[in-house]
């Protein structure tokens, strides 16, 4: 936590006003100053979000335009492939497909979103990476593309399984979207970016909008007795639901994206006997681990109390272990489980499904099961 002083310093969201107005629990996070929790709190929250549509501001993070300076998307395509392990080039117009910076060792700079919008690429990124992840792609790509950020746009995320009739009712073609599609569409008013995607489990939509028609688009959204607003609190309790990964927590440089559990994200023309194999930073080693394996992966954890097991956490593999073999990278209570959840590496030999550990908690070793991801269901509209 910051400093009262210190806060003065820190970015605002073109929200801000309206977390404020709506009575948010503000907290620093990634250089912002943004909302932890409203009222109701974060278990009701999360709860509004299964049943109903929660309205996330994530407009801290990162919005990039990648262009080739050819004109032609495929060049920008191919010169991005160069920095991630996807296939970039076969991504279909109104398409968007999650991706990894990687460095030279394999690890992960950062994770992401990539959109082909026709005649550009379109990125998200995490807010605490972004200025790293402008440098890196100026670094890389300047010669054959011109990079463009979006300082002047914001971004919602409308999430659950009412946000496809609330939305709908600003323009019909949103439903018309299956999962990972992308259309620009005018909402509100405004020139929009909307893909039908998410980082809670839950159906719903990202939206890019103008910074300065952000606040009443939102406004107009909450006027649905259906739409809430919801904190950063619920939105990490149903990420780890969903058994999806934060940045700098659950992977970072010392991660590779195999490692991780993300291997199911970068494509067959990619790897061994691809029609394009590597080519990308840390080829080498990822796909060695693609072809034989990792020493540790990430695993879900269930705790067998109701205690949390929480972020740092030491895994052992037995009650009166004196080595730790793994450690927990995100954990908490998960309300619509009404049960702790965590998420962490281990060696992947005692990472099957079922197999007990231990984690070390306050000198007490709690007992927990690797489990299955996700561990509530998706409702992704495919």
């Known amino acids: ?16 006003a309206l977390h404020l107005a709506r009575g948010g629990k503000m907290v620093p996070f990634a250089g912002y100053d943004m909302p932890v929790q409203y009222a109701p709190g974060v278990l009701k929250e999360h709860l509004h979000t299964r049943a109903g549509a929660g309205l996330f501001d994530v ?11 050819s004109g032609k998307l495929d060049d920008a395509a191919r010169a991005l492939e160069a ?13 968007q497909r999650y991706a990894q910076f990687t460095n030279e060792s ?15 690429l379109f990125l998200v990124v995490n807010a605490a990476c972004k200025a790293e992840d402008e440098a890196h792609l100026r670094a890389h790509l300047s010669e054959t593309c011109e990079i463009t950020t979006l300082p002047a746009r914001a971004l919602l995320a409308l999430q659950g399984p009412k946000a496809e009739a609330a939305l709908a009712k600003f323009c019909a073609d949103v439903t018309r979207l299956k999962f990972m599609d992308v259309a620009e569409l005018g909402l509100n008013g405004l020139p929009c970016i909307v893909s039908r995607s998410g980082y809670t489990g839950e159906d719903g939509f990202e939206i890019s909008v103008p910074a300065d028609g952000a606040e009443a688009f939102a406004q107009a959204l909450l006027g649905n007795p259906d739409v809430l607003p919801i904190g950063l609190g619920a939105r990490d309790s149903l990420r780890l639901e969903a058994g999806l990964c934060l940045y700098g927590h659950d992977i970072d440089t010392t991660t590779t994206p195999v490692e991780g559990g993300l291997s199911w994200s970068i494509q067959k023309s990619r790897r061994s006997g691809g029609a394009r194999p590597g080519g990308f930073l840390g080829s080498d080693a990822i796909l060695a681990q693609l ?3 990792t020493v540790h992966t990430r695993v879900g954890l269930r705790p ?17 272990a004196t080595e730790a073999i793994g450690k927990v990278t995100s954990g908490g209570f998960g309300p619509s489980l009404n049960a702790p959840v965590a998420m962490g590496y281990l060696p992947t030999a005692q990472a099957a499904r079922d197999t007990l550990v231990f984690a070390e908690v306050r000198g007490q070793r ?6 299955s991801m996700p561990f509530v269901p998706n409702t992704y509209k495919r």
Do not use: C, F, W
Request: no cysteine.
């Open 304 to 320: 067998e109390g109701r205690a949390p097991v929480r972020e740092g956490a030491a895994l052992y593999d037995s009650a009166d």
């Open 106 to 120: 394999g690890g992960i700079l950062d994770d992401l979103m990539v959109t082909n919008l026709g005649d550009r």
């Open 291 to 293: 072809d034989g394996g």
């Open 1 to 16: 936590m910051l400093a009262r002083d210190d806060s003065a310093a820190l970015k605002r969201t073109p929200l801000h």
């Open 83 to 95: 920095l991630v392990p996807q296939d970039i080039a076969a991504l279909a117009q109104g398409r």
């Open 366 to 371: 709690l007992p927990l099961r690797v489990a």
């Open 59 to 69: 407009s801290h993070m990162g919005q990039i335009e990648l262009r080739a300076k």
